[in-house]
Each structure stands twice: as C-alpha cells, then as structure tokens.
C-alpha cells in the first residue's frame, strides 16, 4: 500500500500566490512557504560573486575557455597531444580576448601552436575552416590560397584540385577546365572551355 500524503493549501510569503505544500514540509518550515520562483530568486540574490558562467557577458567566453581547455586536457580525437593551454585562469583570458562575438568561436591563429597569449582570436567558422593544419595552400595569381577558396573562384570542384595536385598534375594545367588523364600523364582541355580558369 502506497503512502498517503496531507497537503494544506497556503500562500507565498513573497508574492501571495496560493500552492499546495505537504503538511509535513509545512510543519517542518515554521509554516512559512515560498513559492519555487520566488526561492529561486532569492538564491539568486544571494550569491556575491557569480562565476562568469553565470554572467550573461561571460557566459559565451567562459564556455569557449572551459571548452578549449578540455579539449586540450582529454587530447580530443588524439588530435591535441602537442598542444599547450597556458593561461593561468579565465580572467587573464577575458582580459586579453573579452567578450566573444555573435557567430564567432575560439581559434588559434596558428593552428600548430597552443592555446596562449599572441596566438588565440575570435573567428568564424569560415575563417576556422580555412586556419586547420591539413589545408592545402598554393599560389593562384601571386596569392597564396587555400584550395577550396581557389576552386570557388574557378568554379571547379575542390576534389578535383587536390586528386589533380596529388596526381602530379603540371601547376600550368592545374586550374583549367578539363581532364588530367592520370596514367597517360595528359591533360585535355574542355571543348569551349574558359582556359584560364
């Protein structure tokens, strides 16, 4: 047989809102209640100093700190066993990043180096994807490039750079439209095509 509780019907000591409470809880409160929004907004006002987390101006960078910091502790997907966290607490790392921008993300501006002072920014996530260590780099017009940026400008599938580079794909035919003949070591132009890319 199940227990059976007794509930008295009482008002909030705070705001007047009438709730239900077990008359042993009651008992046991010296017959004052709070009503649950009013507690919690009570324990609210009480905490001194609240951990960024917390902050509605910090909360976006301490997650972003908190983040890159394990990632870097647990070497996530055995990718981060060279990399280094060095700032002593979140405040040294608000000093120098501060608030973290609408749709940016932590990124390190070497993608070799650690998580340090000079070496961390807020990016998006197109700038972070063109910041990772395997990106292929090559010169286009006097500029180097990442590849996918090149492909988009060429209007020419980024899959077909990197087989065409890493077949050995002559830097004159390399950005034409066409066919790399791979065994034959040949390039054929598209009929019509635009040669230059």
């Known amino acids: ?17 009438e709730g239900k409470i077990r008359i042993d809880q ?5 017959k004052i209640w709070e009503c649950r929004s009013c507690a919690f907004k009570k324990r609210k006002l009480n905490i001194k100093t609240p951990s960024p987390k917390h902050d509605s101006r910090k909360s976006g960078a301490y997650k972003s700190y908190w ?11 055995n990718a981060y066993g060279h990399v280094l966290f060095c700032f002593k607490s979140f405040d ?8 973290r921008p609408e749709g940016m993300s ?27 260590r395997n990106n292929v780099l090559i010169e286009y017009k006097g500029n180097l490039m ?16 990197r087989r ?24 054929i132009p ?5 040669l230059d890319g």
């Open 26 to 30: 009651f008992n046991r409160k010296n």
């Open 67 to 77: 983040r890159a910091k394990k990632r870097v502790q647990e070497n996530h997907k």
């Open 92 to 99: 040294e790392f608000w000093e120098l990043l501060g608030e």
């Open 146 to 161: 990442c590849l996918h940026d090149i492909a988009k400008i060429t209007k020419q599938d980024p899959g077909c750079l």
């Open 164 to 187: 065409r580079l890493k077949t050995g794909c002559p830097k004159e035919f390399l950005f034409k439209q066409g066919k790399w003949l791979i065994k034959q070591q040949k390039f």
């Open 106 to 132: 932590l990124d390190r501006i070497d993608p070799k180096g650690n998580y340090e002072p000079g070496n961390v920014r807020w990016a998006t996530t197109h700038d972070q994807v063109r910041n990772k």
């Open 1 to 17: 047989m199940s227990a059976r509780w007794n509930y008295v019907v009482t008002t909030c000591v705070v705001c007047n809102r």
């Open 190 to 194: 598209k009929p019509n095509g635009d």
